[in-house]
Nanobody, 117 residues
Framework: QVQLEESGGGLVQSGGSLRLTCRAPRLITSTFSNSVMGWYRQAPGKERELVARISSGGTTDYTDSVRGRFTISRNTSRKMLFLQMNDLKPEDTAVYYC????????WGQGTQVTVAA
């Protein structure tokens, strides 16, 4: 059963912005609160890669290619995860997935982000 729901993807011009949202309605609050939450992406013909993650305490980590352009954040009371993406580039085009890792783990179904040159 899919436990995470992503939204906010779409088509944007190079240099534009998008904000991705991940909701976790089927996770209990304590599971969400205690999990490392992350955004991953998978481009056609490539392996899924970590984009950004945030610990239960708010510590963030980014892959080098997005550092300074993307910001990950979480709202624990609403069980939501966000990814603000600025200055988007064509190489950011991919399906973006939300992920949680705690005692259990799970993925969403993904949202497509397409950046036109």
């Amino acid at each position: 059963q899919v436990q995470l729901e992503e939204s906010g993807g779409g088509l944007v011009q190079s240099g534009g912005s998008l904000r991705l949202t991940c909701r976790a309605p089927r996770l209990i609050t304590s599971t969400f609160s205690n999990s490392v939450m992350g955004w991953y992406r998978q481009a056609p013909g490539k392996e899924r890669e970590l984009v950004a993650r945030i610990s239960s305490g708010g510590t963030t980590d980014y892959t080098d290619s997005v550092r300074g352009r993307f910001t990950i954040s979480r709202n624990t009371s609403r069980k939501m995860l966000f990814l603000q993406m600025n200055d988007l580039k064509p190489e950011d085009t991919a399906v973006y997935y939300c992920h949680f890792q705690g005692l259990d783990s799970g993925w969403g179904q993904g949202t497509q982000v397409t950046v036109a040159a």
